[in-house]
């Protein structure tokens, strides 16, 4: 199993940034893809950004694209999300998840193998 545990969320005026933070323990962290997610309350579950196991591909919600980035340290069994320029519409609890690394969809919440608690980010206006 891998157990991951997020940080960093918190309230910031729009325009500001976030550093999210994701601590994997248990099976080998660079053995798995690593997806951020949030959820708005009465939303689905989307996606928000992805890295490969290796580091050397990132994927992005269009929404975020340019905003955001995923970064990744194996060495240290953690992951990261970037968040600057933030928007009201950026406000929802941010899940961090992985896949192990041979899946091929990074997009989808229902490929993924574990996920984290969520930490809540609010951007006022």
């Known amino acids: 199993q891998v157990q991951l545990v997020e940080s960093g969320g918190g309230l910031v005026q729009a325009g500001g940034s976030l550093r999210l933070s994701c601590a994997a323990s248990g099976r080998t962290f660079s053995d798995y893809n690593m997806g951020w997610f949030r959820q708005a309350p009465g939303k689905d579950r989307e996606f928000v950004a992805a890295i490969t196991w290796g580091g050397d591909r990132a994927y992005y919600a269009d929404s975020v694209k340019g905003r955001f980035t995923i970064s990744r340290d194996n060495s240290k069994n953690t992951g990261s999300l970037q968040m600057n320029s933030l928007k009201p519409e950026d406000t929802a609890v941010y899940y961090c998840?992985?896949?192990?690394?041979?899946?091929?969809?990074?997009?989808?919440?229902?490929?993924?193998?574990?996920w984290g608690q969520g930490t809540q980010v609010t951007v006022s206006s």
């Open positions: 998840a992985v896949q192990e690394y041979f899946r091929n969809n990074p997009y989808d919440p229902r490929t993924y193998d574990y």
